[in-house]
């Protein structure tokens, strides 16, 4: 069993940056792809972005392409989402997950493990 802990949230300005952690129990942690999901509230949770065990490789939201950076280091067991140029629209309960699935998994059914997730709040 893989447990996640995210870090990194907070209050930023519109504009700002902010690098969000997902510390893992484990060296295996670099057996899976790890992504990056959110909930806003009244929202459905939705998919930010991922990067595979492999390669690596990447995949990003529309929304966020461009402004967000995804990385893993294996040697400390951790991921990382930079977060550059945020808007309002980013404030969302950000979830770190792992999945044993080859590429770049997508869905969250294909994720087995989870973070309690860390809050983002940008202001405008």
């Known amino acids: 069993q893989v447990q996640l802990l995210e870090s990194g949230g907070g209050l930023v300005q519109a504009g700002g940056s902010l690098r969000l952690s997902c510390a893992a129990s484990r060296r295996s942690f670099a057996r899976y792809a790890m992504g990056w999901f959110r909930q806003a509230p009244g929202k459905e949770r939705e998919f930010v972005a991922v990067?595979?065990?492999?390669?690596?490789?990447?995949y990003y939201a529309d929304s966020v392409k461009g402004r967000f950076t995804i990385s893993r280091d294996s040697a400390k067991n951790t991921g990382y989402l930079q977060m550059n140029s945020v808007k309002p629209e980013d404030t969302a309960v950000y979830y770190c997950a792992a999945s044993g699935n080859v590429g770049v998994p997508l869905r969250q059914s294909e994720y087995d493990y989870w973070g309690q997730g860390t809050q983002v709040t940008v202001s405008s």
């Open positions: 990067i595979s065990k492999s390669g690596p490789s990447t």
